[in-house]
């Protein structure tokens, strides 16, 4: 059978459905679905995902000559459920042509709209509609748009003018006018005329009169602009496969723009920043479909009890609202009723929170897109746990809602309140994504981003922002725009990047050249710090410094279902008793690694830990380990207490020595005075310290076999303690890991060292507690002879780091060289210390936890590399058996609900 390339829908039938998104994309899918439950939709057709890959691998021609007997049967669909005719002169049927791919990505593509309009056809509107003006308007839009997207007229940098734009330009201010609105039809005729001249000197080609080559040039440019170098980056940072491609989507055009009783806008069934169960939404009265998302004219609210909120916000009397600004609700009240019952229609289907497209044509109602919408972390947990108590979802799908990655959000901080109290707000603005941020001011999306890599903060003060900003927002702290509403591109992607954004500031007045902004007549250059709330809209001077966030019963509680199901525990890799805290109140379940070497960075802990380390001989070692004995007892005491009850994997030292010693002159001649030897003698012991390759050298348990007086220190440390730690009444439960091991030998006599020390404390405290001694699997001869390994250990934890630098042969301080390259270039699909590599490091530890379980079943596994709070890494862990991820405390919730989803999909 001939493969199906395209699926028609219209008049209440379609020949796909809501679970067909791979095939015909998100938008396609649910304009199929939206047929079938008897949701007003334009009609049209779709070609699905599958032609875009064919697209980007056969070619042009060879694709629309696979196309072209579908497509004609699915356009003559369309004239006959509208009764017009594609070309036709008398009654021309005009479409629309839009991308859409599996999951949104909202400005990344191309869009044409009116498409079918010529010389011909615009007389043809204009005398069907009885609206000559409209149609001319119409035309000049179409010609504009192709020229931009089809044509490649769009000016591909900032210093480029679109000659589009420039010819507006010219003819409003001939004519005297400012608004795009008050271009009379002779204008809108003069403005088609000089498009078309443009177009025949910008490309050397007449405008397409045909509307078969028309829409054949739109489909193609919607197929290229997947690849297109926004497209490209909105994928990388979402993690969306090359392979997946965009559908194109065709559809009978209604018109928002046809004068007083239509319009267009963009609602959510619920609030898309807070998640509370409130319809709300922006529309625009005589506009078409893009003017709402482009953010140039002020949108209106759709329901009353939202425009009034919306005025209190920009502090608009009520009188000159409804005047000047009124609710659909007020303007178009049985259009409202209807699009209030569709949306509760769609949710109730869908069973999630849905994102609405709407064009008002004339009184008539039509949407032209639902899918689920785009929330901030905050609401994403929000309706996850009101929809399952709602009814509408079980516990199950609550958690698959929720993306683990976004729960950072909610984990972010806001405002130091003592230091907001005192702030003096400039302006305010719509809280278009919430959250608290504070940087520099900057004005372009480039200088953002440069400005970051410097590791300055910064916030990018924009007019207004489009995709090609994408970069510069991403490293932003904060997002401040001029103009737009919730719903227009800045709003959109900062709610998705979980970036805090205030958008339509009032009275600000952006100046790129001279790279200054005046609020409300104040006068701010490049480099003032300034501060912005997301969640309220206020915009601050200064730097207002921020703090932890707060979490919310609704996060409560879906962290109590996420750990109902998963199977493996959240632990944490804490060094200090405060991180410990945190960790234990975000749901740790103990520590998985706590790197006793950095409990020597401190102040008092330093010298006698360098004198450790330059220690001549034995003697002298043991001489400073006096020193540090108590003070790593009162570490370990804080860490036990923090973590009453739960397991604590104490790693014994593995520092890069070298990074210890003082590397200057005055740090040697200091060290020279406290240990009461020459200079240069500490001198020669540093310069014998260096290592070729650090990471490969004296670190982890050569270090402890080489002088076993430090393990017996640690050891003592921490078995003294959790016998104290018991007359407070504290149940410490210590497990003994040794760094580094590749040789089952070298753990064994590690072992032995812990093992001696042990007994003699109980020997001399006369009392006992519950131990493991186990080690890490790091390298991967570990992994190979796991089972060896086993045989000695009580338990495993992977650590992931410096597995991954020795399965790839990467040195982990090195790898900036050339990372970047290798990510561009698609060399390595993700940073591979970030992501685990589960093709290769993932081969390792899948085969190490088997190789150790056949000799000892009862081995306890866990991952304590920063994999271990990586949600896709955290799922291949459940896969592999794993009793436990470790991770940073910010990331346990995370790695709790990865932990629980992996369980759910098994
Ligand atoms: C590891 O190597 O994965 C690990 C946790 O240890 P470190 O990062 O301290 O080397
Ligand atoms: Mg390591």
Redesign the pocket.
């Known amino acids: 059978m001939k493969k199906k390339r395209v699926y028609t829908f219209g008049n209440g039938a379609a020949e796909g459905r809501a679970d067909m998104k791979n095939l015909l994309g998100g938008k396609g899918a649910n304009l199929a679905e939206m047929n079938l439950i008897g949701v007003p939709v334009p009609p049209g057709f779709t070609i699905t995902t599958e032609v875009c890959t064919e697209y980007n691998e056969l070619g042009r021609d060879y694709v629309v000559g696979l196309l072209k007997e579908e497509v004609e049967q699915a356009v003559a669909q369309i004239e006959e459920l509208t009764g017009t005719k594609f070309g036709d002169k008398e009654n021309p049927c005009l479409v629309s042509v839009r991308s859409g791919s599996r999951v949104s990505m909202p400005g990344m593509m191309d869009t044409v709209l009116n498409l079918g309009l010529n010389d011909d056809a615009v007389e043809g509107i204009a005398k069907k509609s009885g609206n000559e003006r409209f149609a001319w308007d119409s035309y000049r839009r179409f010609v504009q748009m192709y020229g931009d997207v089809v044509l490649g007229m769009k000016p591909q940098s900032k210093e480029d003018i679109d000659p589009f734009e420039e010819i507006m330009d010219e003819v409003k201010e001939s004519k005297g006018i400012e608004l795009d609105t008050d271009l009379t039809t002779d204008d809108l005729k003069e403005l088609v005329k000089r498009f078309k001249t443009a177009v025949k000197e910008n490309t050397g080609n007449d405008f397409p009169v045909d509307p078969w080559d028309q829409l054949w040039g739109a489909v193609c440019a919607v197929f290229d602009s997947w690849m297109n170098e926004r497209a490209i980056l909105y994928r990388k940072m979402n993690n969306i496969p090359e392979e997946w491609g965009t559908a194109v989507n065709v559809q009978a055009m209604v018109y928002g723009n046809m004068g007083k009783t239509s319009g267009t806008g963009v609602a959510f069934t619920r609030d898309a920043a807070t998640g509370e169960d409130i319809f709300n939404g922006e529309y625009l009265i005589d506009a078409q479909g893009e003017d709402v998302v482009a953010g140039v004219r002020t949108p209106q609210q759709i329901t009353i009890e939202g425009s009034r909120r919306w005025a209190k916000l920009q502090g608009i009397s009520e009188e000159e609202r409804a005047a000047k600004y009124p609710s659909l609700e007020e303007a178009l009240p049985e259009c409202a009723k209807e699009l209030i019952e569709v949306q509760q229609k769609l949710e109730d289907y869908f069973k999630d929170m849905q994102d609405l497209e709407f064009t008002i044509q004339d009184g008539k109602l039509w949407l032209l897109q639902t899918r689920s919408g785009k929330r901030t972390g905050a609401a994403m947990v929000k309706i996850a746990i009101d929809m399952l108590h709602q009814g509408y979802i079980d516990e199950k799908t609550a958690l698959k809602r929720c993306d683990a990655e976004k729960l950072d959000e909610l984990l972010h901080p806001v405002f130091d309140k003592k230091l907001l109290a005192q702030a003096k707000p400039l302006t305010n603005g719509l809280p278009a994504s919430p959250g608290a941020a504070t940087g520099q001011v900057v004005f372009h999306a480039d200088e953002a981003e440069e400005w970051s890599k410097q590791g300055k903060q910064v916030i990018l003060c924009r007019i207004e922002t489009s995709p090609e900003d994408l970069r510069g927002m991403a490293t932003a702290q904060g997002i401040l725009t001029a103009r737009g509403g919730m719903t227009s591109h800045a709003a959109v992607v900062a709610r998705g990047m979980g970036k805090c954004c205030v958008s339509a500031a009032n009275n600000v007045v952006i100046n790129y050249k001279e790279r200054t902004m005046t609020i409300h007549g104040k006068e701010l250059k490049e480099g003032d710090w300034i501060s912005l709330n997301g969640s309220t809209g206020l915009v601050y001077e200064g730097r207002i410094e921020t703090q932890d966030a707060e979490l919310d019963a609704d996060f409560n509680e879906l962290m109590e279902i996420a750990d109902k199901y998963a199977r493996m525990d959240v632990r944490t890799n804490a060094d200090t008793p405060r991180d410990a805290k945190v960790a234990r109140d975000f749901g740790a379940r103990g520590i998985g ?1 706590c ?1 006793t070497e950095h409990m020597f960075f401190e102040e008092d802990k330093i010298i006698p830990m360098r004198e450790m380390i330059l220690a001549k001989d034995e003697e002298g070692r043991r001489k400073a380990l006096e020193k540090l004995l108590p003070l790593q007892k009162k570490d370990f005491a804080g860490i036990f207490r923090a973590m009453d009850g739960l397991p604590v994997t104490v790693r014994l030292l ?1 520092p890069p020595l070298h990074e210890f010693v003082p590397h200057d002159e005055k740090g040697q001649m200091e060290m020279a005075r406290v240990m009461g030897i020459s200079y240069k003698d500490i001198h020669e012991r540093v310069e014998g310290l260096l290592e070729s390759n650090p990471m490969l050298g004296l670190r982890g348990c050569r270090l402890g076999n080489l002088y076993p007086e430090i393990t017996e220190m640690q050891a003592r440390a921490i078995m003294e303690v959790a016998i104290e730690l018991k007359e407070e009444g504290i149940t410490a439960c210590p497990e003994i890991m040794v ?1 580094l091991t590749g040789i089952v030998h070298e753990f064994k006599a590690q072992k032995d060292i812990i093992e001696n020390t042990i007994q003699k404390v109980f020997a001399e405290k006369n009392d006992s507690v519950e131990y493991k001694i186990g080690t ?1 699997i ?1 390298i991967p001869r570990a992994a190979l002879t796991a089972h060896k390994i086993a045989r000695e250990a009580d338990f495993f934890s992977f ?5 991954t630098q020795m399965t790839f042969g990467y040195s982990r301080d090195d790898v900036a060289k050339f990372l970047p390259m290798y990510l561009d270039k698609g060399i390595l699909k993700h940073d591979p210390f970030a992501v685990l590599d589960q093709n290769g490091v993932g081969q390792l530890v899948s085969m190490a936890v088997q190789k150790g379980r056949e000799v000892r079943p009862t081995l306890k596994c866990g991952i ?2 920063e994999h271990g709070g990586e949600p896709s890494s955290v799922k291949f862990c459940h896969t592999v058996g794993l009793n436990y991820v470790s991770c940073s405390p910010f990331r346990v919730p995370i790695a709790r609900l990865a932990a629980a989803q992996a369980a759910i999909e098994g």
């Open positions: 690694l790197r593995d760094p890490m790091e650590g992931t780091n410096d597995l304590c590399g």
